[in-house]
C-alpha cells in the first residue's frame, strides 16, 4: 500500500486531485526535482503534477511528433502484445472496441482488429474523429495515455459510460511503486506524464466504478464492467 507524503508544501496553489476530485487542506508533496513538483492525493493516492507545469497542446504535440512508432515495427508490436494477448483471450467472438489514444500509428487497432474484433480509433491530435466517442463498446484499449490527461477521472469515466454490460476497459501505464523508487522512476523524466497510477489508485478507482478489476502485468490493468 503506498501511503501518503508527509511533507506539505504550503506555497502551492491547492488544487483538486484530478482523478477524484478531493480537494486537501494543503496538498502532500510527494516528490520534487529540477523541473516540476509532484503532489499525491490522499484520498486515491494518485501523484499528480500541478497544472502550471503541465506543457502547452502544441508543445505537448510537438514532443509526440518526436516518437517513431510504426505499422510495420517489430518492436512496438511486441511491446503493444503484453495488451493485446491477454485482452485477446478474454474477448467474446466477434466484439467490438475503440483504441483510445491511438497516436499516428494505431498498430494496436489493427492487431485487434485481424484478430476479428473490429477496433475504432480516437486520438485527439491523430486521429480527431469525435463521433466515434459517442458510439458503445465491448472494449476500449488506451495504451501509455493514462499519465498524458491532465482530467484523468473525467475521461475515463467518459469511457466507462461507453462499454456495454460486461464491456473490459484495458489500460497500460506504467505504475509507482514507491516513493523511494520515484526519484529516479525513468517515467517521471517525459514532460508530458503528469499523472501517475499506482495498484491502490486503481483500487480506488474500482470501487468507484464498480468494476471487476484485474492487474494482468506490471503495467497492464484491465477493468471490467459489472453492470
Not at 518492436?75 to 495488451?83: P, V, W
Not at 467474446?92 to 489493427?110: E, R, S, T, V, Y
Not at 523511494?180 to 522512476?185: G, I, M, P
Request: hydrophobic share 35%; proline share 7%.
Amino acid at each position: 500500500m503506498i501511503e501518503p507524503a508527509l511533507h506539505q508544501s504550503p506555497q502551492e496553489p491547492v488544487e483538486p486531485c484530478p482523478l477524484c476530485r478531493h480537494r486537501a487542506a494543503q496538498p502532500f508533496l510527494y516528490h520534487q526535482d529540477k523541473q516540476r513538483a509532484y503532489y499525491q492525493c490522499g484520498e486515491c493516492a494518485l501523484v499528480y503534477v500541478p497544472r502550471r507545469f503541465h506543457l502547452s497542446a502544441t508543445e505537448e504535440k510537438a514532443y509526440y511528433d518526436l516518437h517513431e512508432n510504426h505499422l510495420q515495427d517489430p518492436g512496438y508490436e511486441k511491446f503493444l502484445s503484453r495488451c493485446a494477448d491477454p485482452l485477446l483471450a478474454r474477448l467474446p467472438a466477434g466484439a467490438h472496441g475503440l483504441d483510445f489514444g491511438c497516436g499516428p500509428a494505431p498498430l494496436l487497432a489493427n492487431m485487434l482488429s485481424s484478430n476479428g474484433h473490429p477496433t475504432a480509433t480516437y486520438d485527439l491530435y491523430y486521429h480527431p474523429e469525435s463521433a466515434v466517442l459517442e458510439q458503445s463498446y465491448d472494449f476500449v484499449v488506451s495504451t501509455e495515455v493514462v499519465e498524458h490527461l491532465s482530467e484523468p477521472g473525467e475521461v475515463i469515466t467518459s469511457l466507462w459510460q461507453r462499454l456495454n454490460r460486461g464491456g473490459v476497459l484495458a489500460l497500460m501505464t506504467k505504475l509507482v511503486a514507491s516513493q523511494e523508487r520515484f526519484a529516479s522512476w525513468h517515467y517521471i523524466r517525459d514532460p508530458t506524464h503528469i499523472v501517475f497510477f499506482s495498484v491502490p489508485t486503481f483500487s480506488w478507482l474500482a470501487r468507484k466504478l464498480n468494476a471487476e478489476l484485474e492487474i494482468v502485468g506490471a503495467d497492464v490493468i484491465f477493468l471490467q464492467r459489472r453492470d
